[in-house]
C-alpha cells in the first residue's frame, strides 16, 4: 500500500525562524515528488522534485529529494506571518495519480 | 489518521457519456468535501465545495450542469461528469476536512483518472 507520511502535523514558529518540514514515502513506481502550500482554495503547486541531492530554490523556500532513503524537506527561513499554511506533500506516481500525505499544519507568529 | 477514498481510480469511457465518481470519508464525517481537477505542470484547480445536506459551491468558471454534486451523506460526496467531452479527460481528486478544523485542513482521495475517447 502506498504511504506518505509528513511531519510534524503542526507547528508553531515566531517570526524570523527556520522550518524544516518533512515527507516520507513508500510508493511503488515513483515519478516526482511534489509540494503544496494549501491556504484557502486550491493548494498552491511549490517544487517537484524528481532527481536526489538537487536543491530546488524559490526565495525564503527550498526543498530536497533523497530517493535512497525515501523522503523531502522543505526549508523555509526568515519565516513570516504569511508562511502560515498547510504545506503538503504529494507523491506522483508513474501512472499519474498521486498520493498526498495529510499536511503539516505552520502557525507562524508575528 | 483520517482516510479518503475514491473510486473508480481510473475510467474510460466513450464522448457523451456520463461518468460517477465517488468519494468517501473512511474514518470520519466530513460536512464538506472538496473537488479539484489537476492540470498540467501539477497545478490543481478547486472545481467545487460539496456541502452535506446543501448545494454544492461552484467556482468561478465551472459547468455545474456539466459537473453535478451530490453530498448525500456524511460520508460520500459525487461528481458527474455528464455529457463528457475528450477536453474533460483529466485527474480528479477530492478532499474532505473533519467538521471542526481549518477549511484548509484537507485530507485528500488518491484521485480518478478520467480518459474521455
Redesign the interface.
Known sequence: E?KVVQSPLSLVVHEGDTVTLNCSYEVTNFRSL?W?K??????T?LF?LTSSGIEKKSGRLSSILDKKELFSILNITATQTGDS??Y?C?V?LL??????G??T?LTVKP | GAVVSQHPSRVICKSGTSVKIECRSLDFQATTMFWYRQFPKKSLMLMATSNEGSKATYEQGVEKDKFLINHASLTLSTLTVTSAHPEDSSFYICSASPPGLPRNEQFFGPGTRLTVL
Open positions: 502506498d511534489l503544496y494549501q491556504e484557502k482554495k486550491a493548494p503547486f517537484m499554511a498547510v503538503l504529494a506522483n501512472n499519474n495519480d498521486m498520493r498526498f495529510a499536511g499544519r
